[in-house]
């Protein structure tokens, strides 16, 4: 058996295993957090998003412009839903993100992140009649509990801390708009994924490229620097891309209601994160919230597909 092949059918492997898709998609856009909030004050939030996605397309136009070519009749037929779920799932998710997160702080971004399968459940419901299993409600409902175990330190007193600024109502919202692009991601037309995230790179860059002139016209130029440098190289190559390719795979598979329950694994992510990089002790909470993370993600993950009502 020739390297090529075997090569294949590894790549083959890993896009048939959604839950291994889903769980790495959640693990680039925790780093994405990390580095979005590390980087605030150095980079302004429309131009991160801009040359985050534009970096993307011009790796991607290689690869994909023969796909391109060949789903382009399709493309012109269904041109409408493509630029709703560029502007939505692209421009206006890492916008809007990257503001909430130069606003507010890393507490209240994971509490609010944990919002999503619960928006996403939320949106199928009204938009498609959607409906969901009593396990994976349950699913949903017991790594929600983990997540904010994790990001609250099971200590209510930190719950009671929690003050919402003009930063959290931007994440909360944003939240919404990616339930919004999970659940209309259904509706996409049968184009190669080379091709889909090739067209929402480049919807988001071209969407969000306006403000990031504003940005600079404004007098807010980013600082250039290695760190900066490397932060964006990589929001464009694992949160950009690889996280967009991997959810949509993971969604195409196993459907919008059980993908979401994988947003619970982010805080999980960040904790870890910040114990192996930053070095912070690891502590009971965040084995409580793992274990509680875990036995939800399951419960859902493995749950008979809702279907629509209607």
């Known amino acids: 058996m020739s390297l090529a092949s075997v090569g294949r059918r590894t790549v083959g492997g890993l896009f048939d295993n959604p839950y291994l898709l889903l769980a790495l998609a959640s693990l680039f856009w925790s780093g994405n957090h990390i580095v979005g909030r590390a980087i605030a004050g150095y980079v302004p939030p429309f131009t991160i998003s801009t040359l985050r996605w534009l970096i993307g397309a011009v790796l991607l136009w290689p690869l994909a412009r023969r796909r391109l070519v060949a789903d382009w009749p399709l493309i012109r037929r269904h041109w409408g839903i493509l630029l709703f779920l560029g502007a939505t799932g692209g421009a206006m998710f890492s916008a809007l993100q990257y503001v909430g997160l130069q606003l507010t702080t890393a507490l209240n971004t994971s509490v609010f992140n944990s919002l999503a399968p619960v928006m996403i459940a939320a949106v199928g419901a009204v938009m498609f009649r959607d409906r969901l299993t009593a396990r994976q409600t349950l699913g949903i409902a017991t790594s929600l509990v983990g997540a904010l175990a994790i990001v609250t330190r099971c200590d209510l007193e930190t719950v009671a801390r929690l003050r919402l600024n003009l930063g959290d109502l931007v994440i909360v919202f944003n939240m919404a708009v990616f339930a919004v ?130």
């Open 181 to 310: 692009y999970a659940v209309y991601f259904r509706l996409r037309p049968p184009i190669h994924w080379l091709s889909f995230i090739l067209l929402l790179s480049i919807i988001s860059a071209v969407g969000t490229l306006p403000l990031m002139a504003w940005e600079v016209l404004a007098g807010a130029p980013a600082q250039w620097t290695a760190p900066t440098v490397l932060a964006i190289a990589y929001v464009a190559i694992f949160p950009s891309v690889g996280a967009f390719v991997f959810w949509n795979r993971g969604v195409e598979i196993i459907g919008a209601n059980r993908a979401g329950v994988f947003l619970h694994l982010v805080p999980l992510y960040s904790a870890l994160l910040a114990t192996g990089l930053l070095g912070e002790q690891l502590r009971a909470y965040h084995v409580i919230g793992l274990a509680l993370i875990l036995v939800g993600v399951k419960l859902a993950a493995r749950a008979p597909q809702s279907e629509p009502n209607g």
